[in-house]
């Protein structure tokens, strides 16, 4: 197998000729790494090594790219990788991002939390539902809901008195009330609890 031609692509990359044929496109630091030029014999398992390389450095451009526009969880990072990379490049540039401190589920968690429970109102069991989509651990999930969330019927009092007072004097606007709080995670049995609190009017099913 002989390199035929290099061609220089965008972004410091260059497309990879063997024998006449297009083989890979290949990070120029990597070529220069392995010392590829035209005219040079070389074999597969050399070519694969090079190629698998350039794909590792490819994944860490992007994870870092995806890490600077915000927190993701490992689950997360993974996933997004794999839409682009082998999974097991994935898995290891994943892991790298442990090591150096750009990725940590527990401290994502928790500012994720505290985010969906004070700023967007959510309930604590939507918030876990959440965080375990994004993969975090369980116990971490629980911990943290344990350690942040408010108790339901007050968090749901506080929302009555801040958006929807003016809204429960008649049985449609109360069924969107009952509809908005149930979209962001509350217990039907809590919703009616709050809302007699704060009317002292009974909800009939």
Do not use: C, W
Not at 5 to 18: C, M
Not at 122 to 137: A, D, H, T
Not at 151 to 168: D, G, S
Request: proline fraction near 2%; glycine fraction near 2%.
């Amino acid at each position: 197998m002989k390199i035929t031609a290099i061609e220089p692509r965008p972004k410091e990359k260059s497309a990879v000729f063997v024998d006449g044929s297009f083989y890979a496109t290949v990070h120029n630091e990597v070529l220069l790494q392995f010392g590829l030029h035209v005219g040079q014999d070389l074999d597969e398992v050399f070519l694969l090594e090079v190629v698998e390389n350039s794909m590792r450095r490819a994944a860490k451009e992007k994870a870092f790219n995806l890490l600077s526009y915000r927190d993701h969880s490992y689950k997360e990072l993974v996933e997004k990788l794999s839409r682009s990379f082998d999974r097991q490049i994935a898995l290891r540039t994943a892991d790298k991002m442990v090591e150096l401190g750009l990725i940590d589920d527990e401290k994502f968690a928790r500012k994720l939390a505290s985010d969906m429970l004070y700023r967007r109102k959510f309930s604590s069991r939507r918030v876990e539902s959440e965080l375990l989509l994004r993969g975090i651990n369980r116990e971490i999930v629980r911990e943290i809901i344990e350690e942040l969330a408010p108790v339901p019927k007050e968090q749901i009092i506080a929302l009555l008195e801040k958006k929807y007072a003016n809204k429960l004097n008649d049985e449609k606007n109360l069924k969107r009330t009952i509809a908005a709080l149930t979209r962001l995670g509350f217990s039907y049995s809590d919703i009616k609890a709050a809302i007699y609190e704060f009317t002292n009017e009974y909800i009939e099913d």
